[in-house]
């Protein structure tokens, strides 16, 4: 019977794989030195892959010689070799960590991105990397501050609200809280919204999940652009509806529609 793997089966020699693992080599000189390892970014350890490498394991251990098992993977003997002398040795058939390039930013360099980000959430990666003064594409610095937590969004529009009317709906709401479905039928809540043809200058802001609607994550505007179009409507108990819609444009322009 063949063996079914999965990579949480395998006991890892490493304890802390997640983390920078320390080895020793020789170089050229003679002199050992130090290198950090990292996990593989590559899906080398994807779980459809460990199963089938598991499947060599199953099959060496049904008794089935090294040649066989190649066979049957559809692979070289020597890849075949390699992964089932892993198992012997370490228990498991995942890709270990790797060398890899050097990292081209350093903790401090990290740092100071996730601290001006947060400041500045609307700020995009290639204004960061020329602000900081970073020696690297700004893919690099896009890549740092997802690691750091933040994710990009397109930041939501919303129309500029005063404190006074701030203050208003929170005190409406907490003083009629406590009223029934009868007292709500007779509220109407009024709005009014204005698109326009040309997009925000913010397009981009870096801010953790479910943080939308957070102060500093909106962008507070008015209106903007050659073309203006303001929507006037209202809901109910009874449903939602249209009032009024206006077109405002520039004087070398008409209006359509």
Request: some cysteine.
């Amino acid at each position: 019977m063949i063996r079914s793997f999965k990579e949480g089966d395998f006991v890892t020699a490493r304890q802390d794989q997640h983390n920078f693992a320390i080895s020793t080599h020789k170089d050229m000189g003679g002199r050992g030195r130090a290198r950090q390892l990292h996990n593989p970014r590559t899906w080398a350890n994807r779980p459809e892959v460990i199963a089938r490498r598991g499947m060599m394991v199953g099959l060496r251990e049904a008794g089935h010689s090294v040649s066989e098992v190649a066979r049957q993977m559809g692979i070289s003997r020597a890849t075949a070799q390699l992964w089932l002398h892993r198992f012997e040795r370490e228990g498991h058939v995942k890709t270990g960590p790797r060398s890899g390039r050097p990292r081209v930013l350093s903790a401090e360099q990290d740092s100071r991105i996730m601290e001006e980000i947060r400041a500045s959430p609307k700020s995009s990666a290639t204004e960061l990397t020329r602000q900081l003064d970073l020696q690297c594409h700004p893919s690099t610095t896009r890549r740092h501050i997802r690691e750091g937590g933040l994710d990009c969004y397109v930041p939501a529009v919303k129309e500029t609200l005063t404190e006074v009317n701030r203050e208003g709906r929170l005190r409406f709401a907490q003083e009629n809280i406590h009223h029934g479905i009868d007292f709500w039928r007779k509220v109407i809540f009024t709005d009014e919204k204005t698109f326009t043809s040309v997009a925000s200058s913010e397009r981009v802001c870096w801010r953790p999940r479910n943080t939308r609607y957070k102060r500093e994550h909106i962008c507070e505007k008015t209106r903007s652009g050659r073309v203006s179009v303001s929507v006037h409507g209202w809901m109910w108990y009874g449903g939602v509806e249209l009032v009024k819609l206006q077109c405002f444009e520039s004087e070398f322009a008409s209006c359509v529609g």
